[in-house]
Nanobody
Framework: QLQASGGGLVQPGGSLRLSCTAS????????IGWFRQAPGKEREGVSY????????AYANSVKGRFTISSDSAKNTVYLQMNSLKPEDTAVYYC????????????WGQGTLVTVSS
């Protein structure tokens, strides 16, 4: 139900925009979040957006560089990533959660972002 795309190879300081397209009822979820997992590291939350009012939040490591947004007409959530750093290299996943306090329980397949010169 979730399709993540937009990853690729970018130089440090560059930008990428990831897309998470939700089919079916996934876009009616409480929130859609972006997560990432770097090689040898645990998965971490990057950002999320509440579908009802577009309230968003960011991990401290990406605050001021990444922007999450939602286009309900396209059932798509975007993650605009600017000023990319090598430490942003990871597989990025999007996921949905059904309500406040509930876990993210529907996951997309992931898209690889590599930041390297």
């Amino acid at each position: 139900q979730l399709q993540a795309s937009g990853g690729g190879l970018v130089q440090p300081g560059g930008s990428l925009r990831l897309s998470c397209t939700a089919s079916g009822l996934a876009f009616n979820s409480y929130a859609i979040g972006w997560f990432r997992q770097a090689p040898g590291k645990e998965r971490e939350g990057v950002s999320y957006i509440k579908i009802s009012d577009n309230t968003s939040a960011y991990a401290n490591s990406v605050k001021g560089r990444f922007t999450i947004s939602s286009d309900s007409a396209k059932n798509t959530v975007y993650l605009q990533m600017n000023s990319l750093k090598p430490e942003d290299t990871a597989v990025y996943y999007c996921a949905t959660k059904a309500g406040y306090g509930k876990p993210y329980d529907s996951w997309g397949q992931g898209t690889l972002v590599t930041v390297s010169s």
